[in-house]
């Protein structure tokens, strides 16, 4: 898989270079990785866009054909669900690892954070002037 990034890859030819029924490919793969093949891929392809990005000088687009996509809306949404950021945001922060990544993930934090906080008021009753 790793080296067959940029090329699609089916599960059925995968299977069959096992030798395995594509359930049982699915079944022993699941078992290995903890993970199903198609979400195994994803994974990979996102950790080389990071790397990519992080350590080129590689256009996004670029990168994006380089893990195998070709649109470029799915290629962010999905490194934005991956990462938090979306590549150009990652670009432009210049971030390699260590203090930089620590500063992106508090933007990504105040950027899922409201805007407005709604202030719920305690109603009070008055006292009960009813005598029983």
Do not use: W
């Amino acid at each position: 898989m790793q080296r067959n990034l940029a090329r699609p890859i089916r599960m059925p030819i995968l299977a069959d270079q096992a030798n395995l029924s594509v359930s049982r490919f699915r079944q022993i793969f699941v078992a290995q990785t903890g993970t199903a093949p198609a979400q195994f891929l994803l994974r990979l392809r996102m950790r080389r866009a990071r790397l990519l990005i992080e350590r080129t000088f590689l256009t996004v687009k670029e990168i994006m054909a380089l893990v195998g996509y070709n649109d470029p809306s799915h290629f962010t949404r999905e490194f934005r669900r991956a990462h938090g950021v979306p590549p150009t945001a990652l670009r432009a922060s210049g971030a390699v690892t260590g203090e930089r990544s620590a500063v992106i993930a508090d933007a990504s934090r105040s950027a899922n954070r409201p805007t407005h906080r709604r202030i719920r008021q305690v109603k009070t009753r008055a006292p009960s002037t009813r005598c029983a």
